[in-house]
């Protein structure tokens, strides 16, 4: 099974992924299955027009209500946790001859929640027969 490995940059972040996922897939069609192996971080699909990202970042902030948070090793990175579980950290694709069908304006990203940090995926291909 194929892992990627994503380099972050800053605290909070969305990188796009998508040209890293579609350069692992067989030329076939199928299903990409992404599990995101971290706890503050996140997969999801956006529209990355500029500003976006930012947009988004700005609205997962403002859902994150500042309360006394008992995390042991490091209270402060709770809301990153939180948010990770509730953005999600697996995406299941359909793939097309070798391309993840997505709609126009659609790409696979990651959100950096606790960084900068090295982020690793694991990518696993199901083929299915064609209809």
């Not at 076939?28 to 971080?41: P, Q, R």
């Not at 500029?50 to 490091?74: C, I, N, Q």
């Amino acid at each position: 099974m194929p892992k990627l490995t994503i380099a972050t940059h800053g605290k909070r972040e969305i990188v796009d992924i998508t040209v890293q996922i579609e350069s692992q897939l067989p030329a076939a069609t199928g299903i990409c299955c992404l599990n995101l192996l971290h706890t503050t971080a996140a997969l999801t699909t956006a529209d990355l027009d500029p500003g976006t990202d930012l947009d988004m970042l700005d609205a997962f902030e403002a859902m994150m209500p500042k309360l006394h948070y008992r995390h042991p090793h490091d209270p402060g990175h709770v809301p990153d946790h939180i948010l990770s579980s509730l953005i999600g950290t697996a995406l299941t694709l359909p793939v097309e001859t070798g391309s993840l069908v997505l709609g126009t304006w659609q790409r696979v990203v990651l959100v950096e929640l606790d960084g900068p940090r090295r982020r690793e995926l694991t990518l696993q291909f199901l083929r299915t027969n064609p209809s």
